[in-house]
């Protein structure tokens, strides 16, 4: 049977991750309080702040900006989204 915890991000029970997706205390955290789908919108929108903001990964200001951007999405309940992005069919 999955684990299932309260997610932070979407307010109700759902399926938790299955180990912490992320170094550190941050990691743990996340793996207790964010669900599945709730970590699946973030690597969403992970994916389009790289690729709109043409960042590295190899870069240390690029993974602090990603770091500071997921935290605000997954635990300060706000609006994270690459900046001029156009979603399909809008």
């Known amino acids: 049977m999955a ?16 180990y912490p997706p992320y170094p550190g205390e941050l990691g743990v955290r996340i793996w207790r309080e964010i669900s599945r789908d ?3 919108k973030w690597l ?3 994916t389009r702040l ?3 903001n043409h960042l590295s990964l190899a870069d240390p200001e690029a993974r602090k900006f ?3 951007r997921m935290q605000a999405f997954l635990f300060d ?10 979603p ?3």
């Open 3 to 18: 684990r299932m915890i309260q997610c932070r991000k979407l307010k109700r029970e759902a399926q938790g991750l299955d």
């Open 77 to 86: 309940d706000q609006d994270v989204e690459a900046q001029g992005y156009v």
């Open 38 to 40: 709730a970590w699946a």
């Open 44 to 46: 969403d929108i992970q």
């Open 50 to 52: 790289v690729n709109e």
């Open 66 to 68: 990603l770091a500071g």
């Open 88 to 90: 399909p069919g809008a």
